[in-house]
């Protein structure tokens, strides 16, 4: 059975940095894409980043370039996300998630990788607030 357990959520003041984690258990990856979604109150799921895990090329919402970080330990089956210069509009559930697969070419992944229904498995989330 594939899991994805996040952790790291917390509450922080704005300004602040959170490192949020992902480990996967039930199946072994070498080549797929993963990545973080979140989801504020009344909002719709957004992505946040992705990764290509064959050779660690990044993907980025227009919100969170050059704040956010994605990168993962393959050793540790772990991705993690490294939130700094933190908002209040950060706030959210953040998810992890990941493909079966990874056929899909790193240029076509550009205009893909923020679409729910490509990623096959899904975190049960942890909880990001910041006060301002």
């Known amino acids: 059975q594939v899991r994805l357990v996040e952790s790291g959520g917390d509450s922080v003041q704005a300004g602040g940095s959170l490192r949020l984690s992902c480990v996967v258990s039930?199946?072994?990856?070498?080549?797929?894409?993963m990545g973080w979604f979140r989801q504020a109150p009344g909002k719709e799921r957004e992505g946040v980043a992705s990764?290509?895990?064959?050779?660690?090329?990044?993907y980025y919402d227009d919100s969170v370039k050059g704040r956010f970080a994605i990168s993962q330990d393959k050793g540790k089956s772990t991705l993690y996300l490294q939130m700094n210069s933190l908002k209040p509009e950060d706030t959210a559930m953040y998810y992890c998630a990941a493909t079966r697969f990874g056929w899909i070419r790193v240029d076509d992944w550009q205009t893909l990788w923020q679409k729910q229904g490509q990623y096959n498995y899904w975190g049960q989330g942890t909880q990001v607030t910041v006060s301002s």
């Open positions: 990764i290509y895990t064959a050779d660690g090329t990044t």
């Open positions: 039930g199946y072994t990856y070498s080549r797929n894409y």
